[in-house]
């Protein structure tokens, strides 16, 4: 279906957590804002669904609202607790003190989106994967695989790890050094399991990376297994088939899978680490989230790195529009910022993290110390 062009100030590419949250934080500003997702909603993420307090936290500083919304939301278990399994069973359980939520991100990312919809912020363009984007004098020209065609001044890149924004603007590539692969799947009649508390595999069948159980309702669990990408490739790992053997070899895992039921299918998916500093910005875009790979490389997590993103890129494109400036000089104070913000924290992480890989014996040792002394546990979970 061809249409004519449609006129925006920003479009938004990608409906995730990093561009609900960007539109949510344009709500003032008085931009026409087009907000374009190539699926339909709800709709499923590869994804732990675990929403970390400080996630939770960075959520509610642009939408207090949704505080109450998640409290009342019915779907979702609050998560208190880590039970970390090192080896072959030493068991560290720790607990924090802000209250998480492991919520499956077909209904997480859906509500962020109705917030959206239902004050007006965006006009939503479902079904629209956005395929060219072509840089003209004063305007960017943007069409969908399925025939809209779209111009606007400035367009923000929320489209995840397989971003078009990412690769057509700032020329993105996977660097494997930089990148994880990891699967999972939904698993019902799940047994032993506590809702508040996930479940971290540690082993060296699986490093470097882990396995995780996180309950999602008292008898299903989103299970999965992250790994970097050079170790997958180097060693020729298939993930999926370790995912399988790691849970028939694990008496305790049996024990709680033996008799469950997987939900749909395993499936895999990307995980672009914030290990090495990439483009984030230059004329007439920004980048957020998953986009501007901004994947904790110790955890694997960035849901809440994408929200803050997406938040920062708004309060960016508002300055864009009041100095009527879009070029890359300009622009380039986002990625400053967003450096600035996250850089330090997730640098020794990714430090962290090179160096334990491929030394299980060093992790082992710790969990060891963990368990013989409160007084290092407290530190290690303080690094966490
Ligand atoms: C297996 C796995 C487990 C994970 N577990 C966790 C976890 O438990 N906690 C956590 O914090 N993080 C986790 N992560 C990371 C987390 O999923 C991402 O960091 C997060 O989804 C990033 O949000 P985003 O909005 O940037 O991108 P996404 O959530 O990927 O959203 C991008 C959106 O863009 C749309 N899109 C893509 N291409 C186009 C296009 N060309 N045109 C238009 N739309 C497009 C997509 O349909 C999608 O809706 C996990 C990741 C994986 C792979």
Redesign the pocket.
């Known amino acids: 279906m061809k249409v004519d062009r449609l006129d925006y100030d920003v479009v938004i ?7 609900s949250v960007c539109a949510m934080a344009l709500e003032k500003s008085g931009l026409r804002v087009a907000l ?4 339909s909603f709800p ?1 499923d ?8 307090a400080m ?1 939770l936290r960075e959520l509610y500083k642009v939408n207090p609202h949704l505080e109450k919304r998640f409290e009342e939301y019915p779907c979702k278990v609050i998560n208190r607790k880590t039970r970390f399994i090192v080896g072959n069973g030493r068991e560290i359980p720790a607990s924090w003190v802000l209250k998480s939520y492991t919520i499956r991100r077909q209904h997480f ?1 859906n509500i962020l989106l109705e917030e959206v919809l239902n004050k007006g912020i965006a006009d939503f363009y479902p079904e ?3 395929v060219k984007i072509r840089p003209d004098k004063e305007n960017l020209k943007i069409e969908s695989r399925q025939g809209h065609s779209f111009s606007a001044k400035m367009i923000i890149g ?7 924004v990412a690769k057509l603007l700032a020329g993105f590539k996977i660097d494997r050094k930089h990148y994880g692969g ?1 699967v ?1 799947a939904y698993y019902t009649n799940v047994k032993s399991i506590d809702t508040e508390e996930n479940e971290v595999y540690v082993h060296k069948k699986v490093t470097p990376g882990y396995f995780w159980l996180f309950p999602v309702s008292p008898t299903e669990a989103n299970v ?1 297994l ?1 790994m970097q990408s050079k170790y997958i490739t180097s060693q020729k790992i298939d993930l999926k088939s370790l995912f399988f053997r790691f849970i028939e070899e694990s008496p305790l895992l049996q024990q709680k899978l033996g008799s469950a039921q997987m939900l749909g299918k395993l499936e895999g ?3 672009p680490f914030y290990s090495k500093r990439q483009k984030v910005s230059g004329d007439r875009f920004l980048l ?4 501007a790979s901004m ?1 904790d490389p110790s955890n ?5 790195q ?1 929200m803050v993103s997406g938040r920062m890129a708004a309060e960016f494109t508002i300055k864009c529009f009041e100095q009527n400036r879009f070029d890359e000089a300009f622009t380039q104070e986002y990625a400053r910022l967003l450096h600035n913000r996250f850089w330090r924290e997730m640098k020794i992480k990714s430090l962290l993290v090179n160096t334990l890989a491929n030394k299980p014996w060093l992790i082992y040792s710790g969990a060891y110390l963990c368990d013989k002394s409160p007084l290092i546990k407290r530190a290690i979970q303080k690094l966490m």
């Open positions: 590419s990608g409906a995730g957590p990093a561009g374009l997702d190539k699926s709709r993420k590869i994804c732990g669904d675990f929403i970390a996630g990312d629209s994967q956005i929320a489209d995840g790890a397989h971003s078009i990891s999972r999965g992250g998916f990307g995980l957020t989230g998953d986009a994947i694997g997590e960035g849901i809440m994408a």
